[in-house]
């Protein structure tokens, strides 16, 4: 085993160490503030830093180009083991908060998922928030691509670690001949949709502070604010608007806007096969269960019922997770069909989870050709997606994924079950930490929190949430002996 992790182990002490260096922004708010977190973040700092100066220290001798095994281990580590790092400042701040607590909301943070157990957001120190915040920013295209950007500064190559991470399923797809080249460009796209997010949300009305956070939350489609009411705190239709905007953009592959960013032109977007879909099935998912919930008179007015219905159909759907009313007292219906457009609304590419539009897409497309095959069995009936066919192998690889997908919710579902957890809320807290989306219904709904929660649950649910953002296979395959064998 040590022959398989110690040639990966300067790389993660040099992603550990870039990690422990962005505490410092945290740290910086707190010392200016005076908010009384400054402590934890030293320490914080000093044993993450420190720790990834040992990690690359023991491996340098170990250096070599990464193969694909390699790649997959590392993204595996650093996903399991960055959120211990990131859970430091809150178990040293927060002495009561339980291990598996802290673990929790630091897994959701770095996966961009947005549950919390944490109640009395609003007393709580700036810098913490704004910490929170920034594991949904630094989470939400990955940490891996992050660092890919400078891997050839380490010698060692970027393209196995950026393919294992990348949540598509056209892993080989590349934007630019070298995979540093790509990173870069992806954030810069990142960063620049960032920074027009700030300005606009503090336009709007937002403090400085609150626009940073909830920009960052919103990039990378977690669901952290630094108030309990979460967006509903602000009670502003300008500020939803301008939030379900960014959401939808968010939702969209960044490939596609690294497209229109090097020049190709605003008609990437028509071409691209995801987004009608996406916005398709989101937009008219917001207007149908407005009309349902004029219907049954949960709204007396339409207007009312449209501003509430989308704006939270939209939000669930990309995976962001605020919420500006409790869905969870709307009619069932509601709350489940919100629950099954997270499965797989968002684009490949983009910072949401589940199974993404595309997988979604294949499948439809794979069904309607089985059965225009019982009608005509001997045609010949390429799967196209867009202009493209889309190989076979990728279909099975589709429909393998959608299996273990299934079979991991099912699965998880009973476990919490066992534990005592009703089914509704057993079911719907799987379903948001494996799609990365942050509230469920019942006991986890919006106007909760997973605190209620028993450290074993939380801990099934922080697996939940790693198996999502590593896209099942990721994980799954370390856990195989045949990974392990030379």
């Given at each position: 085993?040590?022959?398989?992790?110690?040639?990966?182990?300067?790389?993660?002490?040099?992603?550990?160490?870039?990690?422990?260096?962005?505490?410092?922004?945290?740290?910086?708010?707190s010392?200016?503030?005076?908010?009384?977190?400054?402590?934890?973040?030293?320490?914080?700092?000093?044993?993450?830093?420190?720790?990834?100066?040992?990690?690359w220290?023991?491996g340098?001798?170990w250096?070599?180009?990464?193969?694909?095994?390699?790649?997959?281990?590392?993204?595996?580590?650093?996903?399991t083991?960055?959120?211990?790092?990131?859970?430091?400042?809150?178990?040293?701040?927060?002495?009561?908060?339980?291990?598996?607590?802290?673990?929790?909301?630091?897994?959701?943070?770095?996966t961009?998922?947005?549950?919390?157990?944490?109640?009395?957001?609003?007393?709580l120190?700036?810098?913490?928030?704004?910490?929170?915040?920034?594991?949904?920013?630094?989470?939400?295209?990955?940490?891996i691509?992050?660092?890919?950007?400078?891997?050839?500064l380490?010698?060692?190559?970027?393209?196995?670690?950026?393919?294992?991470?990348?949540?598509?399923?056209?892993?080989?797809?590349?934007?630019?001949?070298?995979?540093?080249?790509?990173?870069?460009?992806?954030?810069?796209?990142?960063?620049?949709?960032?920074?027009?997010?700030?300005?606009?949300l503090?336009?709007?009305?937002?403090?400085?502070?609150?626009a940073v956070?909830?920009?960052?939350?919103?990039?990378?489609?977690g669901?952290?604010?630094?108030?309990?009411?979460?967006?509903?705190?602000?009670?502003?239709?300008?500020?939803?608007?301008?939030?379900?905007?960014?959401?939808?953009?968010?939702?969209?592959?960044?490939?596609?806007?690294?497209?229109?960013?090097?020049?190709?032109?605003?008609?990437?977007?028509?071409?691209?096969?995801?987004?009608?879909?996406?916005?398709?099935?989101?937009?008219?998912?917001?207007?149908?269960?407005?009309?349902?919930?004029?219907?049954?008179?949960?709204?007396?007015?339409?207007?009312?019922?449209?501003?509430?219905?989308?704006?939270?159909?939209?939000?669930?759907?990309?995976?962001?997770g605020?919420?500006?009313?409790?869905?969870?007292?709307?009619?069932?219906?509601?709350?489940l069909?919100?629950?099954?457009?997270?499965?797989?609304?968002?684009?490949?590419?983009?910072?949401?989870?589940?199974?993404?539009?595309?997988?979604?897409?294949?499948?439809?497309?794979q069904?309607?050709?089985?059965?225009?095959?019982?009608?005509?069995?001997?045609?010949?009936?390429?799967?196209?997606?867009?202009?493209?066919?889309?190989?076979?192998?990728?279909?099975?690889?589709?429909?393998?994924?959608?299996f273990?997908?299934?079979?991991?919710?099912?699965?998880?579902?009973?476990?919490?079950?066992?534990?005592?957890?009703?089914?509704?809320?057993?079911?719907?807290?799987?379903?948001?930490?494996?799609?990365?989306?942050?509230?469920g219904?019942?006991?986890?709904?919006?106007?909760?929190?997973?605190?209620?929660?028993t450290?074993?649950?939380t801990?099934?649910?922080?697996?939940?949430?790693?198996?999502?953002?590593?896209?099942?296979?990721?994980?799954?395959?370390?856990?195989?002996?045949?990974?392990?064998?030379r």
């Amino acid at each position: 085993m040590h022959r398989r992790i110690l040639p990966i182990l300067h790389v993660f002490g040099a992603i550990v160490f870039v990690f422990g260096l962005s505490m410092l922004a945290p740290l910086l708010l707190s010392e200016l503030s005076r908010d009384g977190a400054q402590r934890a973040y030293d320490l914080a700092a000093l044993i993450t830093i420190s720790s990834g100066m040992a990690f690359w220290l023991l491996g340098r001798h170990w250096r070599q180009e990464l193969k694909m095994r390699d790649g997959i281990l590392l993204v595996v580590l650093t996903w399991t083991l960055l959120p211990g790092f990131a859970a430091l400042p809150l178990l040293i701040h927060l002495p009561d908060l339980p291990l598996a607590d802290a673990y929790f909301e630091a897994m959701s943070g770095l996966t961009a998922t947005g549950a919390t157990v944490l109640s009395g957001l609003d007393d709580l120190p700036q810098s913490i928030n704004l910490w929170r915040a920034q594991l949904h920013w630094i989470g939400g295209l990955g940490v891996i691509v992050l660092v890919a950007a400078v891997l050839p500064l380490l010698g060692v190559g970027g393209r196995q670690m950026f393919k294992a991470e990348m949540p598509t399923p056209m892993k080989d797809q590349k934007l630019t001949p070298r995979m540093a080249e790509t990173a870069k460009g992806l954030w810069l796209v990142y960063v620049i949709l960032t920074t027009f997010c700030i300005l606009v949300l503090w336009a709007l009305g937002m403090s400085f502070f609150d626009a940073v956070v909830h920009a960052f939350s919103i990039m990378g489609l977690g669901g952290f604010s630094s108030h309990d009411a979460s967006l509903g705190y602000f009670d502003s239709l300008h500020l939803e608007v301008a939030v379900a905007v960014f959401a939808l953009v968010a939702g969209i592959n960044f490939a596609t806007h690294f497209a229109v960013l090097r020049g190709h032109g605003l008609g990437v977007y028509r071409h691209d096969p995801e987004i009608r879909w996406f916005l398709g099935f989101v937009l008219v998912s917001g207007v149908v269960l407005a009309l349902l919930l004029w219907q049954r008179d949960v709204f007396l007015d339409l207007p009312s019922a449209l501003r509430y219905a989308v704006f939270n159909t939209i939000s669930v759907a990309t995976t962001l997770g605020f919420a500006t009313t409790d869905y969870g007292q709307w009619p069932f219906f509601a709350g489940l069909w919100m629950m099954f457009l997270c499965s797989f609304s968002t684009s490949a590419g983009s910072t949401g989870g589940g199974i993404k539009m595309m997988r979604a897409v294949l499948l439809y497309k794979q069904v309607y050709r089985e059965l225009k095959k019982l009608i005509h069995p001997n045609a010949q009936l390429p799967l196209r997606l867009g202009d493209s066919v889309v190989p076979n192998k990728i279909v099975y690889a589709v429909l393998a994924f959608l299996f273990i997908y299934v079979a991991s919710i099912v699965s998880l579902s009973f476990v919490l079950s066992f534990t005592g957890l009703d089914v509704l809320t057993a079911f719907s807290a799987v379903v948001a930490c494996i799609n990365n989306t942050g509230p469920g219904l019942g006991q986890v709904g919006p106007a909760t929190t997973y605190g209620v929660l028993t450290d074993f649950q939380t801990t099934v649910c922080s697996f939940a949430m790693l198996l999502g953002r590593l896209e099942l296979f990721t994980l799954l395959v370390v856990l195989t002996p045949a990974f392990w064998r030379r």
